[in-house]
């Protein structure tokens, strides 16, 4: 494991660096200590093959060969409980995503269970009710519980807003395939009503968060027929498949012509990534046979693409109509 492991860092560096003088560097050691871990005389501690491993960027599940076991080692994504931590989380996923701008092949499936996120951060009435409801599932404070919707936009910062809108800007400018089905809407509609009807959400409030997403479907609409992203300078490519055979996931795939990588989510907002290759390339067979189950909105027919969008806009406009029953008694 050890051997192939320093076979696999050998491949790292260009012929003329001295892999024993960079594993030296790396691990603070002697150059004798370094010779004897680079020609498996000593064994590398757990501790050192970490260390190299992050500074390589090399996949522990590379180096430790684990998927051959059915075991996966997985990256977590940090934890969210305050403003400061959702704005991180965002400027963390920027920087993940900002490589893949610069790939012509890079492309990304989503399986929707909700609507994509990249939807929701427009700097809109729906952006900062994202934020309100995941602080809410998220803070450990406490603070959260009473708090409505309308005391919470008073503590918005600029600097949160616009790291949310950067981070969606970079979404235009890959190639993208996602699953729907009519249940994608969903629960964006039920968190809705939960916290009007809760008192958490006033009724102007609540109106306008529709009006959001009246705007959401038409935007997703529009991409559908054009097969193109709307506002994307590279004429990245958009695909949308209904799919009602399977569930949706909200599992993220991402493809480039090096690398195949996978978020899966497992609470709110907090996701695993998992790199291992083989487990990539199931992820990816598994999708490729779920656009054969699906049916491709584009080519569907105007019919049936119409139902559908049709069908997501009478469920906002029955919520709208539930919302407007109840008067703003609230405030």
């Not at 949310?164 to 809705?192: K, M």
């Amino acid at each position: 494991m050890q051997e192939q492991f320093i076979k696999h860092l050998r491949l790292q560096l260009p012929e003329e660096v001295s892999l024993i003088d960079e594993v030296s560097s790396i691990l603070n050691v002697s150059y004798d200590a370094a010779y004897r871990r680079v020609n498996n005389k000593t064994s590398l501690s757990l501790e050192e093959a970490v260390i190299l491993s992050k500074h390589y960027k090399i996949s522990l599940n590379k180096l430790y060969e684990v998927g051959e076991q059915h075991t996966l080692l997985a990256e977590k994504s940090p934890t969210i409980s305050t403003i400061a931590d959702l704005e991180n989380y965002f400027k963390v996923s920027l920087q993940s995503i900002e490589p893949l701008i610069r790939l012509k092949s890079a492309s990304i499936t989503y399986s929707a269970k909700d609507i994509p996120i990249f939807y929701t951060l427009t700097n809109t009435y729906i952006t900062k009710y994202k934020f309100y409801v995941w602080l809410k599932f998220l803070s450990e404070d406490g603070l959260m519980a009473k708090t409505t919707f309308e005391e919470f936009l008073e503590t918005i910062p600029d600097s949160l807003i616009e790291s949310a809108v950067a981070l969606a800007d970079r979404y235009n400018y890959i190639n993208i395939t996602e699953f729907w089905n009519d249940n994608t809407i969903n629960g964006t509609l039920q968190q809705v009503l939960y916290y009007f009807e809760t008192g958490l959400v006033s009724q102007k409030m609540a109106l306008l968060i529709c009006k959001d997403l009246q705007d959401i479907v038409s935007h997703v609409e529009q991409q559908t027929i054009n097969q193109t992203i709307i506002n994307s300078k590279n004429n990245a490519s958009y695909n949308l498949y209904k799919s009602d055979l399977l569930t949706m996931s909200n599992t993220v795939m991402i493809n480039t012509q090096h690398q195949k990588l996978f978020f899966t989510p497992f609470t709110v907002l907090k996701y695993f990534k998992i790199q291992h290759p083989a487990t990539c390339e199931e992820m990816d067979s598994f999708f490729a046979k779920q656009i054969k189950n699906s049916k491709q909105l584009v080519s569907a027919g105007e019919k049936d693409r119409t139902q559908f969008f049709n069908k997501m806009r009478q469920k906002i406009t029955s919520v709208i109509s539930r919302i407007n029953m109840h008067q703003d008694s609230f405030y």
